[in-house]
């Protein structure tokens, strides 16, 4: 076990690495001089030159990236352009409000997805799975926004009965998170459909019922432990679609998270800001990524053998 | 003429068959038709100019004159979303054909050479650690929003997927024994990919784009939605709900069918690419 952990985390750093590249070319691709998008349209020569100094920017560009890196690892991000403020103090607060919504979005949609996949499963091919798979369809080619917007406009302005938007109470999160959340139950129901159907169908489930064994029994203990396995790895990549997801879905509920902070990073061109949030973002699914695979040895003994 | 009508009844007996096998796949395959031909005739079809501003027909609910109502600026929406649908149908198709491209490309280098496999794969691994979404954003930020960059920024973040698929399929691919006897008889690598390996590997990488093809259209909207997508003097249907989205409250209309022209037409493209699957892939035959 000790060494199927350590293995998967020496295989996260070259993920890291990756990441890191691609953040830190985020400046650099940008046409133009990076110093004068950095200083901004009215800077003048000195100020560009300046600029260039402060960052770095005239030194090769694999001492930069170095130099960028050593920077990150000890979360020295800068300063925002706009607040004056460091980065880490403006997307700290922020950081734990996505991974809030987030996290309970992936609560609800592990929950309604493995439910409705074991009704689906259970009483497959009659009316109730075939409801259940026509809604999941609609529930992942639906977009986010529309689905946040439609919640809104029912549960909010016509009845009343939620907040629509910010973060004062924990009522104020149940939109965002069923909006977040709701491709994910989709697809989560939809695997777990297909296995647990694949699943009851062996040998053992058979002498399960043969031995008398009640239905809800069967699914239950025998058929829904060996059915979990896929679900995890895919409640582990779509972590992954969430966060990413989380952009949209708090620029609909105005919700102050990393999402929201990166669109209105990017429309006042605050370039440290979207640099951090992004390697936040990217950093943390990596590291979701690693948990999950732990997880996973740690639920199915046969994974350390491999 | 004689000689063609069995051939041609034939044709009509089988695609009646299938339809009646695959009832979904066959509505799915004419609701991606309709969007085509809705998509290219726009000019023809759209019962008014879709950018044409009218000041007195302002925020109008649908009616007669405008089956889908009209928008802040008195515009038809239903002629928006009919010329909505060849940015999104664009956008879509093109994403889904340069992302499989190059990923198949680099997926098969990737497959083939051991060293290609280390560096590319690292870099897989880094752009497939930022949610897709996310790297387009960051893209357009950096690069401005066009038809093209709005194209190439989703088409960035799909390429890890399809060189994770070739790659994984070339690896398989090139140990089986008809490819050995390829090679053995002469055959140099490039052959050996294009004649052997690629062919075999066409059944999953054309499902694969089939799936890209629908995210892309979200995508595109997403973005829209977020600001970031085509400017706004061109109607996709991301913008026409983007600018509904503030009158929201007194008139739904305006974000409700493009949103339902989206919905619908991911849908049928999801639809079509579980069916491709299922035809395509014995596996999966009768199963989900």
Same mark, same amino acid.
């Given at each position: 076990?000790?060494?199927?952990?350590?293995?998967?985390?020496?295989?996260?750093?070259?993920?890291?690495?990756? !990441?890191?590249?691609?953040?830190?070319?985020?400046?650099?691709?940008?046409?133009?001089?990076?110093?004068?998008?950095?200083?901004?349209?009215?800077?003048?020569?000195?100020?560009?030159?300046?600029?260039?100094?402060?960052?770095?920017?005239?030194?090769?560009?694999?001492?930069?990236?170095?130099?960028?890196?050593?920077?990150?690892?000890?979360?020295?991000?800068?300063?925002?352009?706009?607040?004056?403020?460091?980065?880490?103090?403006?997307?700290?607060?922020?950081?734990?409000?996505?991974?809030?919504?987030?996290?309970? $979005?992936?609560?609800?949609?592990?929950?309604?997805?493995?439910?409705?996949?074991?009704?689906?499963?259970?009483?497959?091919?009659?009316?109730?799975?075939?409801?259940?798979?026509?809604? #999941?369809?609609?529930?992942? #080619?639906?977009?986010?926004?529309?689905?946040?917007?439609?919640?809104?406009?029912?549960?909010?302005?016509?009845?009343?009965?939620?907040?629509?938007?910010?973060?004062? #109470?924990?009522?104020?999160?149940?939109?965002?998170?069923?909006?977040?959340?709701?491709?994910?139950?989709?697809?989560?129901?939809?695997?777990?459909?297909?296995?647990?159907?694949?699943?009851?169908?062996?040998? +053992?489930?058979?002498?399960?019922?043969?031995?008398?064994?009640?239905?809800?029994?069967?699914?239950?203990?025998?058929?829904?432990?060996?059915?979990?396995?896929?679900?995890?790895?895919? !409640?582990?990549?779509?972590?992954?679609?969430?966060?990413?997801?989380?952009?949209?879905?708090?620029?609909?509920? #105005?919700?102050?998270?990393?999402?929201?902070?990166?669109?209105?990073?990017?429309?006042?061109?605050?370039?440290?800001?979207?640099? $951090?949030?992004?390697?936040?973002?990217?950093?943390?699914?990596?590291?979701?990524?690693?948990?999950?695979?732990?997880? +996973?040895?740690?639920?199915?003994?046969?994974?350390?053998?491999? | 003429?004689?000689?063609?009508?069995?051939?041609?009844? *034939?044709?009509?007996?089988?695609?009646?068959?299938?339809?009646?096998?695959?009832?979904?796949?066959?509505?799915?395959?004419?609701?991606?038709?309709?969007?085509?031909?809705?998509?290219?005739?726009?000019?023809?079809?759209? /019962?008014?100019?879709?950018?044409?501003?009218?000041?007195? %027909?302002?925020?109008?609910?649908?009616?007669?004159?405008? /089956?889908? *109502?009209?928008?802040?600026?008195?515009?038809?929406?239903?002629?928006?979303? =009919?010329? *909505?649908? %060849?940015?999104?149908?664009?956008?879509?198709?093109?994403?889904?054909?340069?992302?499989?491209?190059?990923?198949?490309?680099?997926?098969?280098?990737?497959?083939?050479?051991?060293?290609?496999?280390?560096?590319?794969?690292?870099?897989?691994?880094?752009?497939?650690?930022?949610? *897709?979404?996310?790297?387009?954003?960051?893209?357009?930020?950096?690069?401005?929003?066009?038809?093209?960059?709005?194209? =190439?920024?989703?088409?960035?973040?799909?390429?890890?997927?399809?060189?994770?698929?070739?790659?994984?399929?070339?690896?398989?691919?090139?140990?089986?024994?008809?490819?050995?006897?390829?090679?053995?008889?002469?055959?140099?690598?490039?052959?050996?990919?294009?004649?052997?390996?690629?062919?075999?590997?066409?059944?999953? =990488?054309?499902? %694969?784009?089939?799936?890209?093809?629908?995210?892309?259209?979200?995508?595109?909207?997403?973005?829209?939605?977020?600001?970031?997508?085509?400017?706004?003097?061109?109607?996709?249907w991301g913008n026409i709900i983007a600018e509904g989205r503030s009158f929201i409250?007194?008139?739904?209309?305006?974000l409700f069918f493009p949103a339902l022209a989206l919905t619908v037409t991911v849908?049928?493209?999801?639809?079509?690419?579980?069916?491709?699957?299922?035809?395509?892939?014995?596996?999966?035959?009768?199963?989900?």
């Amino acid at each position: 076990m000790f060494h199927f952990i350590i293995r998967r985390i020496i295989f996260a750093i070259p993920a890291l690495i990756g !990441v890191s590249i691609v953040v830190f070319l985020m400046l650099h691709a940008t046409p133009g001089d990076p110093a004068q998008v950095v200083a901004g349209p009215e800077a003048t020569a000195a100020d560009i030159e300046n600029v260039r100094k402060s960052l770095g920017l005239d030194r090769p560009i694999v001492e930069q990236y170095l130099h960028f890196v050593g920077r990150a690892v000890t979360g020295d991000f800068g300063v925002s352009f706009k607040t004056g403020r460091t980065v880490v103090e403006e997307i700290g607060h922020r950081y734990l409000n996505t991974l809030q919504l987030a996290g309970a $979005a992936m609560l609800f949609a592990v929950v309604v997805g493995i439910v409705s996949g074991v009704l689906c499963a259970a009483f497959k091919y009659r009316a109730l799975d075939n409801i259940i798979l026509v809604l #999941s369809l609609i529930g992942i #080619s639906a977009p986010a926004f529309f689905v946040g917007l439609v919640l809104m406009i029912v549960f909010s302005v016509q009845l009343g009965w939620l907040p629509l938007t910010g973060n004062d #109470s924990w009522l104020h999160l149940i939109l965002p998170c069923v909006t977040l959340g709701l491709a994910n139950a989709a697809i989560i129901a939809r695997v777990m459909r297909a296995r647990l159907i694949e699943t009851l169908d062996s040998d +053992y489930v058979r002498t399960a019922y043969a031995k008398g064994l009640s239905g809800f029994r069967v699914i239950t203990r025998h058929g829904l432990r060996n059915a979990l396995m896929p679900v995890i790895t895919v !409640v582990g990549l779509q972590m992954g679609y969430l966060l990413g997801g989380a952009v949209i879905t708090e620029t609909v509920f #105005s919700w102050p998270g990393l999402g929201r902070l990166i669109i209105q990073s990017i429309s006042s061109r605050d370039l440290p800001l979207v640099q $951090a949030s992004v390697l936040l973002i990217a950093v943390t699914f990596v590291i979701i990524n690693l948990l999950t695979d732990l997880l +996973y040895g740690l639920v199915d003994p046969r994974v350390e053998v491999a | 003429m004689t000689s063609f009508a069995p051939a041609l009844l *034939g044709a009509a007996r089988s695609l009646a068959a299938t339809i009646r096998r695959h009832p979904s796949s066959a509505i799915a395959a004419a609701i991606v038709v309709v969007l085509i031909l809705a998509a290219l005739l726009a000019d023809y079809i759209a /019962p008014h100019d879709p950018m044409a501003i009218s000041g007195r %027909q302002r925020l109008r609910p649908p009616s007669e004159a405008n /089956p889908m *109502g009209t928008d802040n600026l008195g515009r038809d929406v239903l002629s928006r979303v =009919i010329h *909505g649908a %060849q940015i999104s149908l664009l956008v879509g198709i093109s994403v889904a054909a340069v992302s499989t491209v190059v990923g198949s490309a680099i997926g098969v280098l990737a497959g083939y050479s051991r060293y290609v496999d280390l560096v590319v794969m690292r870099i897989m691994d880094g752009l497939m650690a930022i949610p *897709g979404i996310l790297l387009a954003i960051a893209f357009l930020a950096m690069f401005g929003s066009s038809v093209t960059s709005v194209i =190439i920024a989703i088409s960035v973040p799909d390429i890890p997927r399809v060189v994770r698929l070739v790659r994984s399929v070339v690896l398989s691919l090139r140990e089986l024994l008809y490819v050995e006897s390829a090679r053995s008889m002469g055959a140099g690598p490039i052959r050996i990919i294009l004649r052997h390996i690629l062919p075999n590997a066409a059944a999953p =990488i054309l499902v %694969q784009a089939s799936f890209l093809c629908a995210s892309a259209i979200l995508a595109e909207a997403s973005l829209g939605f977020l600001g970031l997508g085509t400017p706004s003097e061109i109607p996709s249907w991301g913008n026409i709900i983007a600018e509904g989205r503030s009158f929201i409250g007194s008139a739904p209309w305006l974000l409700f069918f493009p949103a339902l022209a989206l919905t619908v037409t991911v849908l049928a493209v999801n639809v079509l690419g579980d069916g491709l699957r299922d035809a395509l892939d014995p596996r999966f035959r009768r199963r989900i």
